[in-house]
């Protein structure tokens, strides 16, 4: 027999959670805050970006996120933490992330004139719905579409960043930039040795039906940064 359990409601955060148990089986938990709607996608078009406020300290352990690019952009980040160029000291393989979802996907680490690339050989298909996971382990990074291994690459320094990590877009000299056209359905961002989960994004319209990414991690939404353009699409 299913049955449901009572709505538990927290007041700091007003966040609702529904189980629906099959014995003894918890089979579904809502994690979204009272008057929140869960969405399929976010989609961007070119003209959004998000700032997630995450900066690793420690290191990055790994990433996950499901997308789907909805036009070939070249030069587009889908996620994006950049360097600043004229940092003192200069950073040592560290700080520069993004991921290109363009033609070919690929991934690039390092400073800003000694990047490492991780390419995929294949080119993505508009709107086909693609997994990547990027796993970091010192000295190494990997990255895995779709569950395939890509490659990896080696790199001196640490994988921690200077600058917020960006989705849609990046941010590089304080200036919004590398703007995509994609759908993102889940992304999930794990961090220090340990593998700490630190941002799991849904997406979702919020109360006022703004559309939004939801943390269940800092139990709060992310919005469209960009102050001019449409907000995000979604479905």
């Not at 700032?51 to 889908?78: K, M, P, R, V």
């Not at 970091?136 to 921690?160: C, E, H, K, Y």
Request: hydrophobic share 35%.
């Amino acid at each position: 027999m299913i049955a449901f359990e009572n709505i538990q409601q927290n007041p700091q955060f007003e966040e609702r959670k529904l189980n629906c148990y099959f014995g003894a089986k918890v089979i579904h938990e809502q994690e979204l805050p009272w008057g929140y709607i869960r969405l399929n996608f976010l989609q961007s078009t070119s003209v959004q970006i998000l700032d997630t406020e995450y900066i690793s300290q420690t290191g990055i352990h790994s990433f996950e996120c499901e997308f789907a690019i909805t036009q070939n952009t070249t030069g587009a980040s889908l996620f994006a933490a950049r360097t600043n160029t004229g940092i003192t000291p200069a950073p040592s393989r560290i700080g520069n992330w993004y991921f290109n979802a363009q033609n070919r996907p690929s991934l690039y680490i390092g400073t800003s004139s000694n990047l490492l690339p991780i390419s995929a050989a294949n080119a993505l298909i508009v709107n086909n719905k693609y997994k990547v996971n990027l796993s970091v382990t010192q000295p190494t990074i990997t990255m895995f579409l779709n569950d395939v291994s890509l490659g990896s690459a080696s790199f001196s320094g640490t994988s921690r960043t200077l600058q917020p990590l960006h989705l849609f877009g990046a941010v590089a000299e304080n200036n919004l930039q590398e703007f995509i056209s994609a759908k993102m359905y889940s992304f999930k961002i794990w961090d220090g040795a340990a593998g700490t989960l630190v941002r799991n994004f849904i997406p979702a319209l919020d109360k006022a039906n703004k559309p939004c990414l939801y943390c269940t991690v800092t139990k709060k939404p992310y919005y469209n940064i960009r102050p001019t353009g449409n907000d995000f699409q979604y479905g």
